[in-house]
């Protein structure tokens, strides 16, 4: 009996044993054979220290504690530098809008002032001795139309930048000039000029009746009287440009601004007479009529610009409201060298002449309502989209004007004028009066121009 417990006893023992999983035993990795020796690991004792600082003694190796460090894969395939492929990336210019970053224009003008209007001033007769009062075959010498009609040459600049990115609304600036033109006409009855006699062209203010005031005649007056007028336009503009429509073969812009116009004008009447008879000695006289236009007003226009390949036409139509200003000046001057028994004596009397005199001397303003319209229409070629030249026409139009001619009064005084009296003018008469007649003012000619937009 204690036999059989002794044999249980340890066949129990043996159970603990049996349950343990049995582990293999590692099989070597045969490793290609390598010409370099093989690195030896450390030994265990200089692997890691037996003590921290301070010579405290550890009971075991010390750890590496926190993240492993990342391994890094080497590359089955080496890479060669020739097998890189560099990508380079260019940015496109930003895009332009219908207006451009900035636009330029310079253009040559080419224009022709309305011709200034002048009354009939000088009546006479070329060849014969008679009197003038002798027949009534006179001719007009003088006056009654225009001196000439010449183009006057000037030029127009124009600067613009948008005001926007997208380029669709800008600012622009504009002036423009016509030079001072000249023109003068000379009536004469010195000798071998055919004339024979000539005189002022007047109406007397106490009869009414027409009458003539003789300056130059055969055997007593030896005289020369001369007109000249001039004219003398420019101005400039500020207009905010919005473009409405931008297609390959249109673009609408339309504009809205500020409009300066001035027109400068001017008559001078200057005589000098020798004088056998009468008072004799030698008279000088000289009249002046100055019309000044300032106009100021806002402005609205639109424009289109068609194009197709290389050319191009725009059409612009632009009208402006406003005030204009408008000064009438007159002046007038005789000088008189009389013979006198101890010599020549020198009088001279300012604010007379023979059409001004004190009743009208002098200068006056006032201020009207006025339309200033401007229509263009050129035509041109252009190069890409950053210039062209262009040839055109150009037509201004100032509704309201005043101009030196219209300010003429011909009703006369005789008596108050001293080239007749020898005396100093007789102030405290009405006429001539200031008369301050209005009428219009243009201008136009061609354009011959240079655009550029970049």
């Not at 010409?35 to 265990?44: L, S, T, V």
């Not at 639109?302 to 402006?320: H, M, N, P, Q, T």
């Not at 000064?327 to 010599?343: D, I, N, S």
């Not at 009066?433 to 970049?454: H, I, K, N, P």
């Amino acid at each position: 009996m204690r036999c059989a417990w002794a044999v249980s006893l340890a066949f129990i023992a043996t159970i603990p044993a049996m349950a343990q999983p049995v582990t293999p035993a590692p099989v070597p990795i045969a490793l290609p054979p390598s010409d370099e020796p093989a690195e030896q690991p450390p030994a265990a004792d200089d692997a890691m220290p037996r003590e921290l600082p301070g010579g405290i003694p550890v009971s075991q190796p010390l750890q590496p504690t926190g993240p492993e460090p990342l391994a890094i894969a080497e590359s089955p395939v080496p890479v060669r530098s020739q097998d890189i492929v560099w990508e380079l990336t260019v940015e496109p210019p930003p895009a332009c809008g219908s207006l451009r970053p900035h636009w330029h224009s310079l253009e040559l003008l080419y224009w022709w002032p309305a011709r200034p209007p002048i009354p009939p001033l000088v009546l006479g007769r070329r060849g014969g001795s008679s009197p003038p009062w002798a027949g009534n075959n006179l001719q007009l010498l003088a006056g009654g139309r225009a001196i000439d009609s010449q183009p006057n040459a000037g030029g127009r600049f124009l600067l613009g930048t948008p005001l926007n990115a997208d380029q669709t609304f800008g600012l622009e600036v504009a002036y423009f000039f016509l030079g001072t033109r000249s023109f003068n006409q000379t009536v004469s009855n010195w000798g071998g000029n055919g004339v024979a006699f000539f005189g002022l062209n007047y109406t007397d203010a106490t009869t009414g009746a027409s009458d003539l005031l003789t300056l130059g005649q055969t055997g007593s007056l030896f005289a020369t009287l001369g007109l000249s007028t001039s004219v003398r336009v420019q101005g400039w503009e500020v207009n905010t440009v919005a473009n409405l429509w931008d297609r390959p073969g249109l673009k609408l812009n339309t504009l809205l601004g500020y409009r300066y116009f001035m027109v400068n004008e001017g008559l001078r009447i200057e005589q000098i007479q020798h004088r056998y008879t009468g008072l004799g000695g030698i008279t000088e006289t000289a009249d002046q009529f100055d019309a000044h236009n300032r106009f100021h007003g806002g402005q609205i226009g639109l424009s289109a610009d068609l194009r197709g390949g290389l050319v191009f036409c725009e059409v612009v139509a632009k009208v402006a409201f406003g005030q204009n200003y408008q000064v009438v000046k007159t002046e007038g001057m005789t000088h008189l060298m009389l013979p006198t028994p101890g010599g020549a004596a020198l009088q001279t009397y300012g604010g007379s002449g023979l059409l001004v005199q004190p009743s009208n001397f002098g200068r006056e303003l006032r201020g009207v309502f006025a339309v200033l319209p401007e229509g263009s229409v050129k035509f041109g070629f252009r190069w890409g989209t950053a210039g062209r030249v262009y040839v055109g026409y150009n037509f201004i139009y100032l509704s309201d004007a005043v101009r030196p001619g219209d300010q003429i009064d011909r009703t006369l005084h005789p008596l108050q004028l001293p080239l007749v009296s020898g005396t100093a003018p007789v102030f405290g008469g009405d006429r001539p009066a200031r008369l301050f007649q209005r009428s219009d003012f243009w201008v136009q000619g061609l354009v011959v121009g240079l655009e550029t937009r970049y």
